[in-house]
Each structure stands twice: as C-alpha cells, then as structure tokens.
C-alpha cells in the first residue's frame, strides 16, 4: 500500500469507530429513552387508580360523564402493555418490561385486582359513600392504599434501575468520548509518523535527482582546475630546476581550493549529520569563518563590535558563514565592503551580511535557497541551500533581499545541545 491508501485506511478506520460510537451510545439512550416512557405510563397508572374511588363515588352519585368502569379498563390495559409493550394510549410505543420488574408487577396487579373486586361490589349495590365511620369503606380503603404501595414499590424500582441506566450512558459516553480521543491522537500520530518517513523518502529522491544533474556540471568544473594543475605538472617537469614560479604556484593552489570548494559544496548538500550543540561565541564562529576564506587585501570586512553566546553547533555554522561570504566576496569582484551586523531580540538572534555587490538578480531571488540555482559562471548551486538546511537544522531561518545585498539569518537562543 501505498502512502495515500495508508492514510486513506486510517482516516476510514477514525470514522468507523466514531460512527460505532455514535451508534453504541444512540442504542443505550433510545432503550434509556423508552423505560422512561414506562415509567411515565406507570405514574399515570397509578394517579388513575387513586382517582378511581372517587371516580365510583360520583358515578353512584349521579354526576354525568363518571365512569369508572372505564378506569378500571385504562389501568388494565395500562398494566398489560406495561409489562408485555406495545402501544398505549395509541400514541406511545413501549418494550417490554425486564424480567426482574415482572414479581412486583405481578404483586401490583394481584392489589389491583382485590380492589377493583369489592369496589365492583360497592358499584353493584348500589351504595357508597366516603364514611370512614362504615367498616366496608374501611376495608376498600385499605385495599386502595395496599393498591398504591404496589405501585410505588415497582415503580420506585424502576426509577432506581433508570438512575442507574443514566450513570452507566454517563460513564460509556465518557469513556468512548475518551477512547475515540485516543484513538484520534494515536492516528494523527501514525499519520506524521508515514507522512515524516514519505517527506524524508521524497527528499533523499530529490538529491538522488539533484546529484545526477549536478554530475555533468560538477564534471565541466572540476575538468578546468585539473587541466590547469596538469599543465603546471608538465611544465614543472620538462622545467631544468624543477621548480615554479610566484604566479604559478597562485594558479595551482587556485585551482586545488576551486575544486576543494566543489567538493565540499557537494558534500554539505548530501550529507545529513546530527548536530553537535554547545554553547559558543557568534563572534568567534564569524572569525573562524572568515579564516578559512582567501580575501584580497582590496576586500574591506567590517565585523561587528558585539558579541552573544548561543547554542549551536560551530562547524556547521562556519560553514554557513564561509559560504555566504565566499559569495559575497565574488559578487563584488574581490573589491568592496562587507559588513556584518549582529542584533539581539528576546528569544533570537539576527545576523545580517551585507555587501556592497550589485545584487542578486530578479528573477533568481526567490529561488537563490534551492538546490542548483546559482548566479554564476562556474559553480554547483548548492552552496546556499547547504546553508538553508543547516539553519532550519538549527530551528532558525534564512533570507536574501537587495538594496543593498543583504543575507538575513535568525537563530534561536535557546536551541537545546544534542551530544
């Protein structure tokens, strides 16, 4: 599989589990959502039943429109559907009731039952009156409070198992909220963790490509120092003394640091080292770079007066350094100033080489930092973006600007030292 089918699966896997989530999390609140609603049918149930006796009294009272033989049918039905689902009221949809409500709402109905027997009794004879002073209405009333107790006991039951319910969806929407946040985290992970494997593969592929244009160029500027050196070896032996003059001597060490300074352009670009960070003087780095470089004496080098300790690895910097004077120094024909200026911010210092060249053309600019792009005759086109991937090795950055030519480097103070 390839990288985009890799992250494809994983994106597909993310949404599986989120989808799944939803969907476990939806079914225990749709269940929740309805053994409420068997509560609620209950409750109603229940304020039916105690309503039913006074409901009997004005039936035998005459009082139009009391009924109470169709309570007695409501709680019934009520009763029934509660405990086996279904539809009650013609409007609300019940599941049945779990096993382990069955024994009270069996006990429930069997109250029921007694009460509705003497209170038929009652309705049959034709006499009835709320006279807590008449044992048979004493009788009934007992059964009535018997009645309700049944139903507070089951129903209580259930309120109990539907708080219980609520702390178990509580809990299970935590910890699939907390789980799918893991998961999410651990993706995003395994995703930079491909997508940094595909950059770096990208990149070794872009300097395998780099390489082989550069063969032919570094071939044609490699064949004009040799044959130099060549020559002068020819000259030096049919010469009688075996010797060379001033100027040919200047024209063979010429030649040797023109294909030195190739050379290591090359193997800056495609070697890829770890740093090695300590804490130096930026001032002492830019000497030790200027030391490494052949400056005329019509070159006028102005350093800077103060100095910042940072953590960095020296070598590679001087490297940085030596390669930009190196080009400014050829920019402006080996006859010209360059200053260096150094300014401190609270987390970064910036570093700024100016010189007094004619600038960097237009329309290479913005591209003077990639691999091959250079602005003169002889060169690889790697020196700069050496530079550039040791700056951002260091978390810091780097850019070019004319009028006048100046290179822009910000380093980070408190880089932290790999040993």
């Known amino acids: 599989m390839n990288t985009k089918q890799i992250i494809s699966s994983l994106v597909l896997i993310q949404i599986f589990l989120l989808v799944g989530s939803f969907g476990i999390s939806s079914y225990y609140e749709n ?53 086996n689902g279904g539809m009650i009221d013609g409007k609300t949809r019940l599941f049945p009731l779990p096993e382990e409500f069955h024994t009270l709402h069996g006990i429930a109905g069997e109250k029921f039952e007694i009460y509705v027997i003497h209170l038929n009794e009652h309705i049959s004879s034709g006499v009835f009156s709320l006279d807590y002073g008449n044992p048979d209405f004493l009788v009934l009333e007992t059964q009535r409070f018997d009645t309700d ?5 089951l129903l209580n039951s259930m309120i109990k198992s539907e708080n219980n319910d609520t702390s178990f969806i509580i809990t299970l929407n935590y910890i699939l909220a907390t789980f799918n946040v893991a998961i999410h985290i651990f993706m995003i992970f395994v995703m930079l963790r491909i997508l940094n494997k595909q950059k770096q593969k990208e990149i070794k592929l872009e300097k395998f490509s780099t390489i082989g244009e550069l063969s032919a160029r570094l071939a044609h500027d490699l064949l004009n120092p040799l044959n130099v050196l060549s020559g002068l070896f020819e000259i030096l032996r049919l010469s009688k003394n075996k010797q060379m003059n001033q100027s040919q001597e200047e024209r ?138 040791i700056i951002s090795a260091h978390n810091g950055s780097i850019s070019a600007a004319n009028n006048p030519t100046t290179f822009t480097i910000i380093l980070p103070k408190s880089l932290q030292s790999k040993k």
């Open 31 to 83: 269940e929740h959502s309805i053994f409420e609603r068997s509560i609620i049918a209950l409750t109603e149930t229940k304020q039916q039943s105690d309503n039913l006796i006074h409901e009997t009294e004005k039936y035998l009272a005459g009082v139009p429109y009391s009924h109470p033989e169709n309570i007695i049918q409501f709680i019934e039905s009520s009763l029934e559907t509660i405990k």
């Open 149 to 153: 107790g049944a139903f507070d006991v």
């Open 252 to 389: 063979g060490f010429r030649a040797i640091h023109q294909m030195s300074h190739h050379i290591l352009d090359v193997m800056n670009f495609i070697r890829t080292q770890e740093l090695i960070n300590s804490k130096n003087s930026i001032l002492e780095i830019i000497n030790e770079s200027i030391n490494r470089i052949s400056i005329s004496e019509t070159v006028i080098i102005e350093k800077p007066k103060n100095d910042f300790e940072i953590i960095c690895d020296p070598l590679k910097l001087e490297v940085v350094f030596s390669n930009i004077i190196s080009n400014a120094i050829d920019a402006i024909k080996s006859k010209g100033t360059i200053k260096i200026f150094i300014q401190e911010s609270e987390n970064d210092l910036e570093i700024k080489i100016v010189d007094s060249g004619p600038g960097i053309p237009d329309n290479v600019i913005d591209e003077i930092f990639e691999p091959l792009i250079t602005t003169k005759i002889k060169g690889t086109g790697l020196g700069l973006a050496s530079c550039k991937s």
